[in-house]
Structures are given as C-alpha cells and as structure tokens.
C-alpha cells in the first residue's frame, strides 16, 4: 500500500522560508512522477510544482524562481523549498503521486498547513 506523508507546514513571516518534505512507502519517488498541490479556502487546488515521468520539473508561475522541489531517492522523500513566502502562499499543502504514465494522481498525502503571516 502506497503512502505519502507530508510534515514541514507552519506559520513563517513574510519574506521567510519553509522547507516541505514528503516520505513515501509502497512506491519509490524515483520511478514515479509526483506532484506539489496547494489549496487555500475557497480557491482551487493549484498544481505549484511536479516531477514529470522523464525527471523533470514543472513550476507554476505563481511561484516560479521561489519554490524548488527536489528529491532523495536514498529516503524515497521528496523536498519543496519554498522562499520568499508571501501571505498569497497560505495553504494547505499536499503530494502526490502517479502510478502510470497517462493517468491522474492516484496517490494523495494528508496535506500540511503554511500560514505566512506577519
């Protein structure tokens, strides 16, 4: 059985910094394309950050040149860096995971909350 666990969420002041992690079981990051979703209330969840099935990454505009996603196939754990956090960046933050190539998420973590407030 697949699982993902998301720990690094917190309150951080504008401008600062928070560093996600997401461990797997039942499934290696390595061989998987995986995604960094948000979703604030009321808005849409939002696709910030993804591995792709080839290895490489995907940004959203909205945090491009600010967020950095990375990962340790060692610890099967994959990392999102988030710099310069804006209050426009408060959400619920999850990973996710695909099984097959052509397909949708199919695995989803339990979410982490950022709160950026001054």
């Known amino acids: 059985q697949v699982q993902l666990v998301e720990s690094g969420g917190g309150l951080v002041q504008p401008g600062g910094s928070l560093r996600l992690s997401c461990a797997a079981s039942?499934?290696?990051?390595?061989?998987?394309?995986m995604g960094w979703f948000r979703q604030a209330p009321g808005k849409e969840r939002e696709n910030v950050a993804a591995?792709?099935?080839?290895?490489?990454?995907y940004y959203a505009d909205s945090v491009k040149g600010r967020f950095t996603t990375s990962r340790d196939n060692a610890k099967n754990t994959v990392y999102l860096q988030m710099n310069s956090l804006k209050p426009d960046d408060s959400a619920v933050y999850y990973c996710?995971?695909?099984?097959?190539?052509?397909?949708?998420?199919?695995?989803w973590g339990q979410g982490t909350q950022v709160t950026v407030s001054s």
């Open positions: 996710a995971l695909k099984e097959l190539p052509g397909q949708g998420y199919a695995y």
């Open positions: 039942g499934r290696s990051f390595s061989t998987s394309a």
């Open positions: 591995f792709t099935w080839s290895g490489a990454t």
